[in-house]
């Protein structure tokens, strides 16, 4: 019997995973300079609170979520985004009180969609995500997609795209809302049964179908920017007007519609204009969520965030044939030619280790030719040869492998001399 990753599932094995970490570096980085510090909420909230913060209606909650009883009853999902739990953690903690609002928090972690698997598509997936809630300064939507938009960048990655859009306010949504039901009302019957149970859950989702895509009366659809009344309209003024000022380029979209339930106003995603980079093709998305923490029992709390995933990232890196800037050399490599030298190897890369240098031995009972042949393929820096003479000299000759320069060092000065030549 042979077993494999669930499917929509991976591992990431040495060789990968140095990507991973240069990528959450980068991350982490930012998120220290723009002032998010991480949260960790768990892995499993309630049921409920996905289907109240996320939205009854949205596919995320109708088709995707991986529910399960605990032994005590309980109906628990296994998280499909972060911004939910955040949102309760905001509450649970009474994070409202503190001072500083917004309260700004960020986040990687693995999240869970049954989703179709297919390139880009998994069914656990690995977000970087930031929320900053307790603000509805336009300023802060515009940060948070700057800091989005950083991420990229650093990351090495040119074709990119920011697509932002407003949903407005509730009057807003509401009267868009009647006029998409009037819109495909008396047509409903061409399209999916997806689209006809959105009809009256939630038209908007409608103009998001994958099914329906191509119907001629999604094109012709009222747009919600015709709608946006003077408030919802100077609010989306003021984040271009920020997105502007930070030279950050935009598309504006008024069919860029979210899958989740909890957005108002600004909406955006940020997509991978590369070729070959496959069809799907959004990398982040993100949104204002102003009545997401009164959804789940919290005062009036309004909030904005992103997340992307890192699988995404990454795929994007490769359609573009970027080299992520990773040190991953061994510094010394040690040949021992015989059982004693071998002794004094173990003592030596012990202490060479104790002082942070990353050093390294033979365990497969190589001949002195195979030992030399690891140290290549590990890329060591320098490799010492250990043997008779050098245990009788307590010396050895450490060689550059760059130039092949070689120089005797005693033992006892042997940290020194790979500290100061690291
Ligand atoms: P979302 O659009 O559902 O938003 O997901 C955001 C990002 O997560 C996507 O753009 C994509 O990078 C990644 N993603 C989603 N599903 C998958 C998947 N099956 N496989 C690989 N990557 C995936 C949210 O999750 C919101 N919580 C974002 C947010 C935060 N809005 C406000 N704050």
Same mark, same amino acid.
């Given at each position: 019997m042979s077993f494999k990753v669930p499917r929509g599932t991976q591992d990431i094995v040495p060789g990968q995973s140095e990507k991973w970490q240069k990528i959450e570096e980068i991350m982490r980085r930012l998120c220290n300079v723009y002032r998010y510090p991480e949260i960790r909420t768990p892995i499993f909230e309630s049921t409920e609170l996905f289907k109240r913060g996320v939205g009854d209606s949205t596919d995320v909650v109708q088709k995707e979520m991986y529910t399960f009883e605990d032994r005590g009853g309980r109906s628990l999902t296994l998280? *499909?985004?972060?911004t939910a739990s955040i949102a309760r953690s905001y509450v649970e903690h009474k994070m409202?009180?503190? *001072?500083? %609002? *917004?309260v700004k928090m960020s986040y990687i972690g693995p999240m869970f969609r049954y989703e179709r698997s297919q390139k880009g598509r998994f069914r656990q997936f690995v977000q970087f995500g930031v929320e900053a809630i307790g603000s509805k300064d336009p300023a802060v939507d515009a940060e948070v997609i700057e800091l989005a938009m950083r991420v990229y960048q650093e990351a090495g990655l040119k074709n990119l795209k920011l697509v932002i859009n407003s949903l407005g306010d509730k009057e807003v949504r509401d009267a868009h809302r009647e006029a998409l039901i009037e819109h495909f009302q008396p047509h409903i019957?061409?399209?999916c049964g997806d689209c006809q149970k959105r009809l009256? %859950?939630? *038209? @908007?989702?409608i103009l998001d179908c994958k099914v329906d895509a191509e119907n001629q009366l999604i094109a012709t659809a009222p747009k919600l920017t015709a709608y946006l009344n003077e408030e919802s309209a100077s609010y989306f003024a003021q984040v271009k007007a920020y997105l502007d000022v930070l030279g950050v380029d935009y598309v504006v979209d008024a069919?860029?519609?979210?899958? #989740?339930?909890?957005?108002?106003h600004t909406t955006f995603e940020i997509m991978s204009t590369a070729?070959?980079?496959?069809?799907?093709?959004? #990398?982040c998305g993100g949104g204002r969520y102003n009545g997401l923490v009164e959804e789940i029992g919290g005062p009036e709390s309004p909030g904005i965030g992103f997340a992307m995933s890192i699988e995404r990232l990454l795929l994007a890196l490769e359609a573009e044939e970027v080299e992520l800037?990773?040190?991953?050399? @061994?510094?010394l490599y040690i040949v021992a030619m015989d059982d004693s030298a071998k002794l004094k190897a173990v003592e030596l890369i012990s202490s060479f280790r104790a002082k942070g240098i990353a050093a390294d031995i033979d365990y497969?009972?190589?001949?002195m030719k195979g030992q030399m042949k690891a140290a290549d393929r590990l890329n060591a820096k320098y490799v010492i040869v250990l043997g008779d003479t050098e245990l009788q000299e307590d010396a050895a000759n450490v060689k550059f492998?760059?130039?092949?320069e070689q120089e005797k060092v005693p033992f006892h000065d042997l940290v020194n001399y790979l500290l100061s030549h690291k």
């Open positions: 998280r *499909p985004e972060g409202f009180g503190h *001072p500083d %609002q *917004p019957a061409e399209f009256e %859950q939630n *038209p @908007l989702r069919n860029l519609v979210r899958g #989740l339930d909890y957005y108002n070729e070959g980079f496959g069809a799907i093709t959004t #990398l800037d990773i040190h991953n050399e @061994l510094d497969a009972g190589r001949k492998m760059a130039t092949g």
